[in-house]
């Protein structure tokens, strides 16, 4: 096989007007397949995976869009070239992205002027990797009850082999292709010829129904989220996963792997294919070298081993000097401590993306604790700096006017819980938190924390997360106690979300009130909410700890009660915000409404408001809150 020619890396840092080329496809003279997008439609860089180009440009100068590069890059031939425009402000993610880029490229190649080039296609021919994997799945072809998983790096033509394996399979075997889109399925469908397969979108896996023979083939399986790749593995015998090891389009891809450790708990015989030659490209590829160390994107194999006891190998003293930390910006770490860092956080977060790497190279609010064990890097902590907030935009924040970027914990806790007082407080708040498979369950989680409030002994410190009865139960712990839980469930992760608060070293009485009494809001009103209907281990992980009703003072609550319903009533807050603590109140005192609005407010509070309007005659969801706003309005609170 020809060696395919190196792709080019070219860095125009120029105040020049952006221009932007053609695409001039692919014609008889094999010109240049172009890809060029200004600052506004990088954003949008989505639209385009799936294809290939022999030339991408890019214009980072407003924004330096990693998570852009990363992907757009993956969609470059051999011989093809990457043109990335930057500013002559050069800041630190900018900066390590250069430094790397040069160790590769010579500075004749890097910082020279090229155009769009002929370049000859190269005939099609199945790497030796890709053969194994027909065959491998070819042999599982006739099994009534089988998985495959295919994982692969960028660029290895997994969805060739997916494309392949479909068409020649006999015609009394039937397929499914669900994909993020029907577009970004054409990179498997022009391999089908004029075999018909059933495409589905991810939004329909867990409605379709199929027959029992029918196999069911998810690409790009990292972009479909874990509950509902659960629900696949329950409901269909045949199943075949693919997926990039750098995550769904360079995400964090720890979800992925959490479910494939699952895997054997619904299928006997499970086939694992792992490709590893560059089909686009060489293996020698620098403009590859060049993306995967900058931005930290690793190859991760997956195989299935025997079932490993849960109870940790040894155990770690408290003074142990093994264990030590770090406290710092990223960008005073060395290379190869951030780069573990933020191997394990892509590990284990699936929204970690090259853009948060960016994030903290570039934002000085952005803080890392790491943990090392026998200098090794086994737990990060990433915390965000947030707040006190000017005094002259509080009124807009509480109104929901104003939503400045980096103070998410005290707008969480003022806009939603009327927590005013923690507009004008010093918070952390713990983006992520990650500690190594092999070193989990070992209380190094829980060290983290504690270093943390040495770190910030007087501030707020706080988190949200995907809420489940592990993660309840570990922050409790640690003195982290739930103030909110949303009343949705996240789309991605399939949990509601919960907002915990450790105030032990606050300073400010009136924010160690406000919160207290938020805590036993968030008690009372907890078997009220709407969304513990779809998650009875959270229910009754949660209720359990519910205080008995003599510990609590309802009349010492209705201020900050008046306060969150007003906010509704302004239309301030949406009624999400206090359904379950309307439900509450409705609950121990149904005389505070009048008798004609009762069974409205009362079904308001026990349903979706989209559902509910259908019922009722209001014209949809907008029309039913407007009514339950007035209603709210002559609440008698006083009773």
């Not at 053969?131 to 060739?160: C, D, F, H, M, Y």
Request: glycine residues 4%; hydrophobic residues 45%; neutral net charge.
């Amino acid at each position: 096989m020809t060696i395919a020619a190196d792709r080019q890396l070219i860095i125009r840092q120029t105040d020049a007007p952006f221009c932007q080329r053609p695409d001039l496809g692919f014609d008889s003279l094999n010109l240049a397949h172009c890809l060029s997008l200004n600052s506004t439609q990088i954003a949008h860089y989505r639209h385009y995976l799936g294809r290939e180009f022999a030339w991408v440009e890019l214009d980072c100068r407003d924004s330096f869009h990693a998570n852009a590069i990363a992907a757009l890059a993956g969609t470059l031939i051999a011989g093809g070239t990457l043109v990335i425009w930057l500013t002559s402000s050069i800041t630190p993610a900018m900066q390590r992205f250069l430094t790397i880029a040069k160790q590769i490229y010579p500075a004749y190649r890097l910082f020279h002027d090229g155009a769009p080039r002929a370049i000859a296609t190269r005939p099609f021919q199945l790497t030796d990797d890709q053969t194994q994997a027909l065959n491998a799945l070819n042999q599982g072809l006739e099994q009534p009850q089988a998985a495959a998983v295919i994982l692969a790096p960028r660029g290895r033509g997994k969805s060739t082999v997916l494309g392949l394996w479909m068409k020649s399979a006999p015609a009394t075997s039937s397929f499914v292709l669900c994909a993020p889109s029907r577009k970004q399925a054409q990179s498997v469908f022009q391999y089908l010829d004029q075999r018909s397969i059933k495409f589905i979108a991810p939004d329909q896996l867990l409605t379709v129904k199929l027959d029992p023979s029918t196999w069911l083939v998810i690409d790009e399986a990292a972009s479909v989220p874990a509950h509902v790749l659960l629900n696949v593995a329950l409901k269909h015998p045949r199943l075949v996963l693919s997926s990039t090891t750098e995550g769904y389009e360079s995400a964090g891809r720890g979800f992925l792997f959490r479910f494939l450790k699952q895997l054997p708990d619904h299928y006997s015989s499970i086939n694992s294919i792992n490709l590893r030659q560059p089909v686009r490209w060489s293996s020698a590829d620098s403009l590859e070298k060049v993306i995967n160390r900058s931005f930290c994107l690793t190859t991760t194999e997956y195989t299935y081993v025997a079932k490993q006891s849960n109870s940790p190998a040894f155990e770690l003293d408290d003074d142990d000097p093994s264990i030590d930390y770090q406290f710092c910006h990223a960008s005073a770490l060395e290379p190869e401590v951030i780069e573990a860092a933020f191997q394990l956080l892509m590990a284990a977060h699936y929204q970690t993306s090259p853009n948060d790497l960016k994030l903290l190279l570039d934002d000085a609010k952005q803080k890392l604790l790491i943990q090392f064990y026998q200098d090794q890097v086994v737990g990060v902590c990433w915390l965000c700096e947030e707040g006190p907030l000017p005094q002259s935009i509080h009124h807009a924040i509480l109104q929901g006017k104003r939503r400045p970027p980096g103070a998410l914990l005290p707008q969480a806790l003022a806009f939603g819980l009327r927590v005013e007082s923690a507009l004008m407080s010093a918070c952390v708040r713990i983006v992520r938190i990650t500690i190594g498979d092999a070193l989990q369950d070992l209380g190094l989680g829980s060290r983290l924390l504690q270093q943390i409030k040495l770190h910030y002994p007087n501030h707020l410190r706080g988190t949200s997360f995907g809420l489940n009865a592990d993660l309840h139960r570990f922050w409790q712990r640690n003195n982290y106690l739930p103030v909110r839980m949303g009343n949705h469930i996240d789309s991605a992760a399939g949990l509601p979300a919960g907002l915990y608060v450790d105030a032990s070293g606050v300073q400010n009485r009136a924010l160690q009130a406000e919160l207290d009494q938020a805590r036993t809001i968030f008690w009372y009103s907890l078997q009220h909410a709407l969304v513990f209907q779809t998650l009875p281990t959270l229910q009754a992980e949660l209720i359990a700890q519910v205080p008995p009703p003599s510990e609590f003072y309802w009349d010492e609550l209705m201020p900050i009660v008046e306060q969150r319903l007003q906010a509704f009533v302004h239309g301030w807050t949406p009624f999400d915000y206090i359904q379950a603590l309307l439900a509450a109140l409705l609950h121990i005192r149904p005389q505070v409404i009048p008798s004609k609005h009762f069974e409205l407010l009362s079904k308001a509070c026990q349903t979706d408001l989209a559902a509910l309007a259908k019922t009722t005659g209001f014209q949809g969801k907008k029309e039913l809150e407007a009514e339950l706003r007035i209603i709210c309005r002559d609440l008698n609170l006083k009773i």
